[in-house]
Every structure is written in C-alpha cells, then in structure tokens.
C-alpha cells in the first residue's frame, strides 16, 4: 500500500505529506504544474498520505480542495488512531461521527472497547450517539465495554446517554468475570434478570444466552454468582433453551456453585 502511494505522489510529494510539511506539498505541485501544465495534484492520495501520518494541516489542505474521504481513509483514521484529523475532520463537517466502517464499526466503539479515553472523548463531544452501532452485529457498545474495557469507560458511555436497559451490557460483565462493572451497573439501573441480546442471524448464539446469574455460572465466576444472588437474581429463570443456572452448573460440576444455588432456591 505504501509502495502505491509513493508512486502516485512521487518522493518529494509523499516525503512532504508523512512530514505534514505544508509548504513543501504546496511547493511541489506547483514545481510539477510548471514543469507540466496538465499535471493534476492527486489529491486523494495526498489525502491518504497526510491521514496516515496524522498530518492535520495537510488534511485541510485537500479538504479546501474538495477532496472526499472514503471508507478507505476512515479505516486509516481507526488503524492509526489519528485523532487531530479526526478531530478537523469532524470540526469541518467532512464526515459523520457515527460512520460505520466496514467490517471495523464506527470510531466510538473501537476506542471505547480499547479504553481510548481521548479519542471517545472526542466522538462523545461532537454528538457521536452510543446507541447508534454495534459491535459484531448484535452487541451494544455498553455490553462490549463491559466485557472488555473499564468501568470508568462504561461511565463514561452512561453520561453521553447509552442505554442500559436491554443492553445485555450486565450480562456481559458476569460472563467476563468483571465484579466491580457487574456492581456498578446494578448501581446505575441494570436489571439483574436481564436476558442478553441475541444474534440476529446466528442461532447458535442460543447457547451463550442468559442473564448475567447464568453466564457467570456456566464460566465458574463464584464470586459474582454470590454477588447477584444477594441483589435479587431469580434463581428459577430459564435461558432460551430452557435451563436454570443450576441445571448449568451441574453441567459444568462445579459444587460450590451447585451449593449455592440450592440453598438460594431452598432444594436439596
């Protein structure tokens, strides 16, 4: 990819576009036009060029120039995390917040789920919804940074108005063993029954369904399966496929668990 956008713009042009030297782009191209007067500036690659490197100025040089950014450029943006043209990009107008890349998903999401505060921060602030997309087709960006990122990041998704009923986000927290973002989700409103969300077109997802109580007992999570059976879990529920969280746990053998939930239910 390097090797062809070097031969589109040439050495001096790409040299000046990985600087984020301006005046040598500009220098340049008009060297080229004089030399050639049909000589048209590739803009779309120097565009490409400045993304890559996080060259802002530049940016807005081919953005003066009406150059369009593509779904290629935005994958640019993501992969190389260049968050000051992200950020023009997003103060001129140039791109929606809550573009979906595709096979990667929106800005949001993948700084969220990677605790990239800053670059969240900087969605958030220019109107970026957390409702808007999900992850891997069926989870909620809350349910992905609860499985995979900080609480201090699920915070702040809840104070930029991500929903928190029907997320799956509580579920997601037990099944990955997270008791403080198990906590704090009760803290905020969660329904400690909640089903998670289902796959809308892998039924096989069917398996890994449940409330948190389940998920945290079918990966052993003794701790957090304490935690929800004090706040009220309903040890009876059945998942989608029909079965109790201690049906799950005689599954798995694990005793202790079994224990638990027999003297949460009353049996023997």
């Not at 809550?98 to 605790?115: M, R, V």
């Not at 059976?229 to 079994?258: F, K, W, Y």
């Amino acid at each position: 990819m390097e090797a062809k956008l070097k031969g589109e713009l040439g050495d001096l042009l790409y040299d000046a576009c990985q600087k984020g030297d301006l005046e040598a782009v500009k220098g340049t191209i008009c060297q080229l036009q004089a030399s050639n007067p049909t000589y048209e500036p590739p803009f779309p690659s120097i565009l490409h060029g400045a993304i890559s490197k996080d060259r802002a100025n530049v940016v807005k040089y081919c953005l003066d120039h009406s150059t369009p950014v593509t779904a290629e450029m935005m994958r640019i943006i993501l992969i190389n995390k260049a968050k000051d043209v992200y950020k023009l990009l997003l103060d001129t107008n140039a791109i929606d917040v809550n573009y979906y890349i595709p096979w990667f998903g929106d800005i949001l999401s993948n700084a969220a789920t990677h605790d990239d505060f800053e670059m969240a921060t900087i969605c958030l602030c220019h109107g970026a919804d957390p409702n808007a997309n999900l992850v891997d087709e069926h989870m909620s960006i809350l349910a992905a940074v609860a499985e995979l990122a900080s609480v201090d990041m699920a915070r702040l998704l809840l104070k930029h108005g991500a929903r928190l009923g029907g997320s799956g986000a509580i579920v997601k927290a037990a099944e990955a063993g997270k008791l403080e973002m198990v906590r704090v989700l009760l803290e905020e409103g969660a329904d400690v029954n909640e089903v998670g969300i289902e796959h809308p077109t892998d039924p096989r997802y069917k398996e890994d369904m449940g409330t948190a109580l389940h998920r945290a007992v079918v990966e052993g999570h003794e701790e957090i399966v304490r935690f929800l059976l004090a706040h009220e879990a309903v040890v009876s529920s059945e998942d989608p496929l029909g079965r109790t969280p201690l049906a799950l746990a005689m599954d798995t053998g694990n005793d202790v668990i079994c224990s638990l939930l027999r003297e949460q239910s009353g049996s023997s």
